[in-house]
């Protein structure tokens, strides 16, 4: 008998597919509102929407797409969710961060010391003027302070009617790739991070290898590239993965991946995106000013091509990017996250020992992040006057912004008014509607920061029927900021996430 032989079958995981889509996701929008990506066929203005997991990948249907088509694409959020979205995502730290740009600006109009990317500029400038200027300042500061909103829904929405509303987006990187015949790019995989090999043959005319600052490279690494040198043959860049899909064999490309010692090459088909309103990764601090409107826009083949389409978005005034994708830039072969913002519900034991909600991981650093204290206390009433103090301890940092939102049951208590304990040249706001007051400050001229133990605020309210046989709480919203004079944004831990009203009558 001839000796037996085996023949391993495996199943081609992208037989089926025209797209396999994620998007850069920050939790924080997630937490607020579904969200969905939208597909429009570009010929026939119609299309179709797929729900996004909290991974940020989206459940594409395959069989509602079609070969050969341009569908313009775009990340959506519920419209019912719209005040919410902003109210939560443009806090004091995106107004304080701007407000330092300008103030630190030439008087040639350049670029200030405080935002270092262009996207962050980008979401600064509010009248879409093309620099920071004075008329962006009111309008983030009307949208934090409750007087204004950044945006409105149209007149002809009827609310509840489950309807979505795209968000700027784009394209994540400014290379992209396709499974082709050609082993057109190769990675040299080293201990830390790798060496990335574009072939020079497949630079369109006009874009400039050095330029180039992030690539999709199939399904094994989506992000940002560190510009190496170049020859006739190769432009070389650092990246810093030793890509582990491709490596590991876990790639659902890997039958296009083929290994040579440290080398792996991929057949791969290279496209060039370097529009700064298509590509994410090609804006910079300087051709932000370019942008007119974000869209993204892919091209499907196929069924099997199985594109690779990786999004970033961009919430209108998220200066610091709380509530929006990041931007990654690499250096020495070491990635960082430009950003100054903090989720600083991560660093808040009250709501972080809560079962029931979750605050995800940091935006921006996985280390602890500089905070302040915010001291609440129960209190028993005596009368039908309550006064509810706001205690803070700085912990020896300077703070140049506050914000809080607390509610309450509208049926006991009555909001009255905001007392501040404040310096004269602070801004104090406060806002109340519907059992929901937001109050803060901030040092409009950065002259007096806040520090050490005080007590800014006192909120005050009054008992509808008698105080002394009240049972009620006023409960800690999860939209909190807290800022310095540059807008970088502190954590906060908050020692309660409710304060408990008792009548005397009920002791």
């Given amino acids: 008998m001839e000796a037996p032989l085996t023949t391993a079958v495996v199943m081609n995981q992208n037989f089926g597919k025209y797209v396999t889509a994620k998007v850069d996701l920050n939790s924080n929008l997630f937490n607020l509102s579904n969200l969905r990506v939208s597909f429009r066929d570009t010929v026939t203005n119609t299309g179709v929407m797929f729900p996004v997991t909290s991974t940020g990948d989206v459940d594409v249907n395959q069989s509602q797409l079609a070969a050969n088509k341009v569908y313009e694409v775009s990340l959506m959020h519920d419209m019912d969710k719209l005040y919410d979205i902003y109210g939560n ?156 899909k491709a490596v590991d064999g876990s790639s659902l490309y890997s039958v296009y991946i083929r290994k040579n010692n440290n080398d792996y090459m991929f057949q791969a088909e290279p496209s060039f995106n370097t529009s700064v309103n298509s590509s994410w990764g090609a804006i910079n601090t300087t051709n932000w000013k370019n942008i007119t409107y974000p869209r993204t826009y892919l091209t499907t083949g196929t069924l099997g091509t199985n594109a690779v389409l990786d999004l970033k978005y961009l919430l209108w005034g998220d200066v610091n990017r709380s509530h929006s994708s990041q931007v990654v830039t690499v250096s020495g072969g070491s990635s960082t996250v430009q950003t100054n913002a903090v989720n600083s519900l991560q660093t808040n034991t009250a709501f972080r020992n809560m079962s029931t909600f979750s605050t995800g991981g940091f935006i921006n650093t996985p280390y602890d992040v500089s905070s302040v204290d915010i001291n609440l206390t129960n209190l028993t009433v005596t009368s039908n006057t309550i006064e509810i103090p706001v205690g ?116």
Wanted: hydrophobic residues 35%; aromatic residues 10%.
């Fill in 89 to 244: 995502a443009i806090t004091i730290s995106d107004f304080t961060t701007a407000q330092n740009e300008f103030t630190s600006m030439g008087l040639d109009g350049s670029n200030g010391q405080n935002l270092k990317t262009g996207q962050s500029l980008y979401a600064a400038d509010i009248n879409r003027n093309q620099k920071i200027d004075g008329g962006d300042l009111p309008r983030l500061l009307g949208q934090v302070a409750n007087i204004d909103t950044l945006t409105k829904l149209p007149s002809t929405y009827v609310a509840g009617s489950a309807g979505y509303m795209s968000i700027p987006t784009w394209n994540a990187a400014e290379i992209r790739t396709l499974a082709g015949q050609v082993e057109w790019v190769y990675v040299n995989v080293g201990t830390s991070n790798s060496t990335l090999y574009v072939d020079m043959r497949k630079f369109p005319s006009g874009t400039v290898a050095s330029t180039l600052k992030s690539i999709q490279l199939f399904d094994v690494y989506t992000g940002p590239i560190e510009y190496i040198t170049e020859d006739a043959a190769w432009a070389q860049y650092k990246i810093p993965t030793t890509i582990p």
């Fill in 392 to 507: 803070l301890d700085t912990k020896g940092l300077n703070v140049s912004g506050l914000q809080f939102e607390f509610t309450y049951d509208p049926k006991k208590i009555k909001f009255e008014e905001l007392i501040p304990t404040l310096p004269a040249t602070w801004y104090i706001f406060a806002n109340d509607n519907n059992g929901r007051v937001k109050f803060g400050a901030l040092d409009q001229n950065k002259s007096v920061a806040l520090s050490g133990i005080s007590t800014p605020f006192k909120l005050k309210f009054s008992t509808i029927g008698e105080g002394v046989n009240i049972i009620t709480s006023v409960k800690v919203s999860t939209l909190m900021d807290a800022s310095d004079a540059k807008g970088n944004q502190l954590g906060i831990n908050l020692n309660s996430t409710q304060i408990k009203l008792t009548g005397y009558n009920n002791f």
